[in-house]
T-cell receptor, first 113, second 114 residues
């Protein structure tokens, strides 16, 4: 059974640009959530999608957005990149209810220069 | 809101020593509790979980018991190995949220010396 796949693994962007990250969940999992990991702030929740609908949203500016497709794959987009957006972005998938556990991908390391 | 507090690291132990990483939480209702482990350059791996009070999660020699009375979920292992060196995260998922959302502690780095 394939795990959660995140692409690309590494990305370098310039301030002001935008970026799109992709996440393919485990087959059969309908929930995909995104997290930002930085040394200063730790792991912070960005948003969660279930059956193409955003169910939960964290406390991030509107520059951070996402979407989910009918095959449950998800993308997140960050516009007008700032240096502080440099982080490891992790996505996690689950079947539905969170109590069953979340499976994380290896993450996308974004560096903004 | 929900929050998770972990002991700060790094925790440095010799091989075969006993490990305890403390975790306490604040949440409304009855959250599910998790321990995740992160190895260098990788994502998070679920180590163990507990979904109700007095449940004990266990995996690979690690154990944690859901203590509602003390709002704690401390991670323990009787004999650590060098391969256990990693960062450990305590997390909760609250049933009061509309969907799936994990609230994480700050992480505890464990270093095991041969």
């Amino acid at each position: 059974k394939a795990g959660v796949t995140q692409t690309p693994r590494y990305l370098i962007k310039t301030r002001g640009q935008q970026v799109t990250l992709s996440c393919s969940p485990i087959s059969g999992h309908r929930s995909v959530s995104w997290y930002q990991q930085t040394p200063g702030q730790g792991l912070q929740f960005l948003f969660e999608y279930f059956s193409e609908t955003q169910r939960n949203k964290g406390n991030f500016p509107g520059r951070f957005s996402g979407r989910q497709f009918s095959n449950s794959r998800s993308e997140m987009n960050v516009s007008t990149l700032e240096l502080g957006d440099s982080a490891l972005y992790l996505c996690a998938s689950s079947q539905g209810v969170g109590e069953s556990g979340y499976t994380f991908g290896s993450g996308t390391r974004l560096t903004v220069v | 809101g929900d929050s998770v507090t972990q002991m700060e690291g790094p925790v440095t132990l010799s091989e075969e020593a006993f490990l305890t990483i403390n975790c306490t939480y604040t949440a409304t209702g009855y959250p599910s509790l998790f321990w995740y482990v992160q190895y260098p350059g990788e994502g998070l791996q679920l180590l163990l979980k507990a979904t109700k009070a007095d449940d004990k999660g266990s995996n690979k020699g690690f154990e944690a018991t859901y203590r509602k009375e003390t709002t704690s979920f401390h991670l323990e292992k009787g004999s650590v190995q060098v391969s256990d060196s990693a960062v450990y995260f305590c997390a909760l998922s609250s049933p009061n949220n509309a969907g799936n959302m994990l609230t994480f502690g700050g992480g505890t780095r464990l270093m095991v010396k041969p």
